[in-house]
């Protein structure tokens, strides 16, 4: 780069060198920033780089330019005031910060920035199948944490429930209430296939990948219980609370083959005794 020697005036950061977040997610944000204007050097032929760190060490042109602290994520790039952020690790501080240069190779340094990544709640399926008497809200929890103890430990997560809905004041609809399910937070499989971008898309028109698509389950018969209407309601069949695999008692599944509403209540129909059918559950963590 030839540089022009006369020119000692570093570029002014726009908007006061304000940089937002937007679309923050568990893994990734956009950056966005104004750009900056310079005496002598054409808006458009300005220069951005744009660092991230996981300490707040990146506030000052110092810090990033001499002491190197950041990591690079874009390296110089001519006229450009945003930039999508991704490979990030959920529930993680983050700092952010953009330096500008001009042709002369003045730099300045627009106001860090700092964000904490959203949590990610985690769906995955017991290997075992089931019959109707899970053992209520606690047998049907003690399941998925096993499951989780032996297969998704990985995950990293402090809270384990079964997803299934128990009885009126237990729904599906109401676990965020009960048991502070993180509402914002994207939907995942195990593999980091996204199920749905928060907790209400499950409970709406149907979910971004079934569970197949998702590698919650792996086989089209790989039905679950979950007591539920789409809406994450209780259903009428819920094997009493889950409590009976006794005769004359039915329980609501999901399908795993849909994305559609039933993916959580397969066409409405109770003709799945709890004696004799034997499911998988669903399980969330984070």
Known sequence: MTHTLNDPTPPVPGNSGTITVTGLTDQGLTLNWTKATDSVWDQTTLQYKVVRSELNNVSTLDQIETQGNGTVIRDWTTNINTL??????????????????????????????????????????????????????????????????????????????????????????????????????????????????????????????????????????????????????????????????????YGEIGDPNTSTTQWLDYQGSPQNPCYSSTRKVLCVCW
């Open 84 to 249: 999508a952020v991704t490979g990030l690790t959920r529930s993680k501080p983050y700092y952010f910060n953009v330096v500008v240069m001009d042709g002369a190779g003045n730099k300045a340094v627009y106001t860090a920035v700092s964000t904490t990544t959203l949590n990610t709640v985690y769906m995955f399926a017991t290997t075992a199948y089931y019959r109707g008497g899970l053992g209520g809200r606690s047998g049907a929890n003690g399941l998925c944490q096993s499951e989780y103890a032996a297969n998704y430990s990985h995950l990293g997560a402090a809270n384990i429930y079964a997803f299934i809905s128990v009885d009126s004041g237990d729904e599906i609809r109401d676990m965020p209430a009960n048991y502070y399910v993180p509402t914002t937070s994207p939907i995942r499989s195990a593999n980091n296939t996204i199920i749905s971008s928060n907790w209400a898309g499950l409970l709406d028109a149907g979910v971004d990948n079934s569970m197949i698509g998702a590698g919650v389950v792996t086989s089209f018969v790989h039905y679950y219980w979950t007591g539920s209407y789409w809406d994450g309601s209780l259903a009428g069949h819920n094997c009493s609370n889950w409590t009976q695999s006794s005769d004359g008692y």
